[in-house]
């Protein structure tokens, strides 16, 4: 059932009332309700959500989902095979996982405790088992161009039959006009229709210039994802998915820090002692990830005090010393790093190399590129200069 119009409960805020969502030229929207009442944050991350997952699909002809929290994704990925360590870290080790399943499976599990409540994207029909992994995590809502009879069942159980569940038409396209208002004034762009493709990595600067196709694949993933993702922005990414995503910092580095920390979180979690805590049954997933995160912190010592361990542990847990999680992280290797736009100085390159980036694409443009291709040089990484910034606000 199309419509013109969608009333919402209020908008970024309780106290903006009077929200809705409309075709400027009196059209039809190309969005379908079929279950819950989504908001205004609801639908802006829905509509970036769906256009990253869409041009994922585009570019590498694999199903893609996203995940995403207050306009940025937490994570995004592509259908790749899973390790069984994977499969354990993102808790489905116990399900049997279609191709669009693993996508979000992955998307998720890339940061777990940014994506909880999140806005799920999906590139293909939501089957029963996309379904099945959504009803059992923390979300407010997906978007997709179609559901299956069983997997839409399974969704409208989900929170007491409040769940958001969003059927977008897969044929619109959007005037390439697009317009904002801030403050009352109204801003004007053609639409960011550029389209990422391997052909952006022709321009390799690097002494070393071999970019493998896997590699050139989770570039492609890093770029799509900061398309619509809010700048400044860097991504890591390894397999198909992003390994971790720093949005919206004044600095580069300061991106390239937090999506590296980031990253080192995500492989931190494969340390074996990490995959043995002892975890009490009772302990739900959400508070599992706090925990894990904590305990791979520098605060490991307030998890481990008496009358706290006991809280989540069945006994008291082993501690991971800095020396073992250097050494851990220090065995990364075969991370792609994107960039939505030019690298100013080699400190980025450093801190990248810490998380195991061996693969850079970015735009390129500075006035100190000399030293950020010196510096790639220096730990015989391949950079791809793409001359396409990415900012998205």
């Known amino acids: 059932m199309t419509m013109k119009e969608l009333q919402l409960k209020y908008g970024c805020n309780p106290n903006q009332k009077a929200t809705r969502v ?91 405790m940014s994506s909880y409540g999140d806005f799920v994207a999906l590139s293909d029909t939501c089957d029963a088992a996309t379904a099945t992994l959504l009803k059992r995590e923390v979300s407010d809502g997906v978007i997709a161009p179609g559901y299956t009879e069983e997997a839409l069942k399974i969704l409208k159980e989900k929170r007491q039959g409040s769940y958001c569940v969003l059927k977008i038409d897969a044929a619109y396209v959007p005037a390439v006009p697009e317009h904002k208002e801030v403050f009352g004034v109204t801003f004007e762009q053609d639409r960011n229709n550029a389209v990422i493709t391997k052909d952006l990595f022709a321009v390799r600067p690097t002494r070393n210039k071999e970019i493998p196709e896997s590699a050139q694949r989770d570039l492609l993933v890093a770029l799509i994802t900061l398309k619509y993702t809010q700048s400044n922005s860097v991504c890591y990414v390894k397999d198909g998915m992003t390994i971790g995503v720093g949005a919206g910092q004044q600095s580069r580095v300061h991106c390239t820090r937090l999506a590296g920390n980031k990253a080192d979180v995500w492989w931190l979690r494969q340390n074996p002692k990490v995959l043995a805590l002892p975890f009490r049954d009772d302990i739900r997933r ?73 693969y850079i694409a970015q735009a390129g443009g500075s006035i100190r590129d000399d030293n950020v291709i010196e510096t790639c040089d220096k730990y015989n990484m391949a950079m791809a200069m793409t001359g396409l910034r990415l900012f998205h606000h």
């Open 286 to 358: 959400p508070d599992r990830d706090n925990t894990i995160d904590v305990y791979i912190s520098d605060d490991w010592e307030d998890v481990l005090a008496d009358g706290v361990w006991q809280q989540f542990f069945t006994k008291k847990p082993e501690p991971l010393t800095g020396r073992e999680k250097k050494e851990w992280v220090a065995q990364l290797r075969g991370v792609a790093l994107g960039s939505d736009a030019f690298f100013p100085f080699g400190d980025n390159i450093e801190r990248a190399h810490r998380s195991g980036v061996e």
């Open 22 to 112: 409309y075709m400027k030229n009196g059209g039809d929207l190309p969005l379908e309700v079929m279950n819950g009442r989504p908001g205004y944050i609801n639908l802006l991350d829905a509509l970036n959500s769906y256009q990253l997952v869409k041009e994922l699909k585009a570019a590498t002809g694999l199903p893609a989902a996203a995940s995403f929290k207050h306009v940025s994704p937490a994570g995004a990925a592509v259908a790749v095979e899973m390790s069984d360590t994977l499969k354990k870290i993102y808790y489905v080790d116990d399900l049997e996982l279609s191709p669009l399943a693993g996508a979000y499976a992955c998307a998720r599990g890339a940061d777990r």
